[in-house]
């Protein structure tokens, strides 16, 4: 197969001359090409005279970046750098990955996609649109490099807890991608976002003059999926090895699409595994805190899409790992949806949640709303919870009466609001150690500041994926895994929870600071190889072969010597 080849070359080097070179984001190196290399590849007059080194570029980038009024601002000149220096957008994400995660990811990539259409600039990945689904394979051969690890796709239509974003949905590949190359080391040239455009039911989009996807409302039922096979063959003749991540696909599509695929290539939902890990990693590090085990807690969940069952599928792995039975197991969940407690007279259940749902004998004297379901209050009311997930998007739901019931009745009562972006979570993080007094331990799906409370700083953990999907792509990738299984998952989650700093110090954050992330990735990384040798699904490796493996294909942002 072709690869994309320069206009002009610099004899059997294969490296662009003059503007080819400058225009190449994964070449490019700017003011800080040496002066043979200027003078090898013709760059003489094109630059300023004075050659930087990395670290002074970044020092000037920060300053550009700095300067921007507001965040959205700020991801556009991070997107440009992007297109422009790959080197020094990674390394300068690196040197400030705390101050610039929220920008290049959630929570701003979600405005991003909203404005996808107005602030484009360049080509990044793939458009594989509804109507040229005759010609995937073709549109598969036009990516800009033939090698790729990771491919993340999305079809836009549950954009976060902002909705169907159309082809404006390709800003999550792009963003998440960012992230495994940033944190799990995933060379950059050999990422592929991708959005399957099949249209949108967003009435603004379709309205916007300047709405760059098919304007044409959703394809729906057996041509969707037809056209998502089309998509899925495809991948498996052009890209046999390559781990296909499926992205913010709505609860009716998502896990039918990961249940049909699982078996056949290598690939995972992020949305239903990776947040499920996260989540138990950090539950995990709670429980520690607290002093009981996981096998003892009662467990709420606010909201029952893709993401809700796959978190409490996470939570009830984990508990039958540690003893409990199926039955016993599933008694410890107390699901919540729009319609109330999942419970087995409700008849409107898919049977994902029909495994959660409580005998309806055991909720049948329990009170009741206005509308006859058994509400998040009514549950908290009557059972003895000590964990409350929130994966709902419903802003404020968790309540101060609801934090202080829990309060009153658990000594270090667990509350994760998970959902984003920050106008959909489920509870301020400052007040529900508030509300409890400071005794809650806190994890939230959007970034929150820590909290004083008495004089005490409590760090909020951002129970974010970036904790899990690059770390899976790095362990894949080293591995050679051929699939991704649910142990694979498991163990990624528990060696995060092996390393969260509360267990060193319960007044610490649940989850290690994103400085310290790269280095947990490859533990993360060690431990899914692991398990993919036990599961048969990689190649048998000794540990220390496998540690290497990792360590060699966690790429860290440098410049190469084009002329030596």
């Not at 999305?154 to 974003?165: S, W």
């Not at 009981?292 to 899409?305: F, P």
């Not at 016993?328 to 409107?348: M, P, Q, T, Y």
């Amino acid at each position: 197969m072709a690869t994309v080849q320069p206009v002009t070359q610099s004899g059997e080097s294969g490296i662009p001359r003059g503007m080819d070179l400058l225009d190449r984001p994964s070449l490019n190196k700017g003011t800080a090409f040496m002066e043979k290399e200027r003078a090898t590849f013709g760059l003489h007059g094109l630059l300023p005279p004075y050659v930087e080194t990395l670290e002074e570029q970044v020092v000037r980038a920060y300053e550009a970046f700095r300067k921007k009024d507001n965040d959205l601002e700020r991801h556009i000149y991070l997107r440009a750098l992007q297109d422009t220096n790959e080197v020094l957008f990674y390394k300068l994400l690196l040197d400030h990955i705390e101050e610039m995660t929220p920008i290049v990811y959630t929570p701003t990539v979600a405005q991003a996609c909203e404005q996808f259409s107005h602030i484009y600039r360049r080509p990044r990945g793939l458009f594989i649109s509804y109507p040229l689904r005759d010609s995937i394979p073709q549109l598969l051969r036009n990516r800009p490099n033939e090698d790729v690890d990771v491919i993340v796709v999305t079809d836009g239509e549950r954009i976060l807890g902002i909705g169907d974003q159309g082809a404006g949905g390709l800003g999550i590949p792009i963003g998440k991608l960012s992230l495994y190359t940033l944190i799990g080391g995933i060379r950059p040239e050999r990422t592929l976002p991708i959005v399957l455009d099949v249209g949108t039911n967003n009435t603004e989009r379709l309205n916007d003059p300047e709405y760059l996807g098919w304007r044409h409302e959703r394809i729906t039922g057996q041509d969707y999926l037809d056209f998502v096979d089309r998509f899925v063959q495809a991948v498996k003749h052009e890209l046999p090895g390559t781990c296909l991540q499926w992205e913010d696909f709505s609860t009716p599509h998502a896990r039918p699409i990961l249940q049909r695929y699982r078996d056949q290539l290598l690939t995972f939902n992020d949305d239903i595994q990776g947040t499920a890990a996260v989540a138990l990693g950090a539950v995990l590090g709670a429980v520690k805190v607290t002093g009981k085990s996981l096998k003892e807690q009662q467990i709420v969940m606010l909201g029952a899409g893709s993401a809700g069952i796959g978190v409490a599928d996470g939570l009830r792995a984990a508990m039958k790992g540690d003893g409990l039975t199926e039955d016993e197991a599933r008694s410890r969940f107390w699901v919540i949806d729009k319609n109330g407690l999942l419970h087995s007279g409700r008849k409107d259940l898919t049977s994902e949640q029909v495994v959660y749902a409580q005998p309806e004998g055991r909720v049948s004297a329990w009170p009741r709303t206005s509308d006859g379901h058994i509400g998040l209050a009514d549950v908290i009311g009557k059972i003895e919870a000590t964990v409350l997930i929130g994966l709902s998007t419903v802003g404020g739901a968790f309540s101060e009466p609801i934090a202080h019931e829990m309060a009153r009745k658990v000594e270090r009562p667990i509350i994760f609001p998970l959902s984003n972006p920050t106008s959909k979570s489920e509870a301020k993080a400052e007040d529900l150690i508030r509300w409890t007094d400071g005794r809650a331990l806190v994890a939230s799906g959007s970034p929150f500041a820590p909290v004083t409370y008495h004089g005490r700083r409590i760090p909020i953990a951002q129970c974010n994926n970036v904790y899990i999907f690059p770390a899976m792509g790095l362990g894949v990738v080293a591995s050679g895994a051929r699939r991704v299984t649910e142990p694979m998952m498991l163990a990624a989650a528990r060696a995060l929870g092996a390393n969260s700093p509360a267990l060193k110090d319960p007044s610490a954050s649940l989850l290690p600071p994103l400085t310290d992330i790269r280095r947990v990735a490859a533990d993360i990384a060690l431990a899914v190889g692991i398990e993919a040798q036990r599961n048969g699904v990689a190649p048998k490796l000794g540990e220390e072969e496998l540690r290497r493996r990792v360590h060699e294909r966690q790429w860290t942002p440098a410049y190469t010597n084009f002329a030596e």
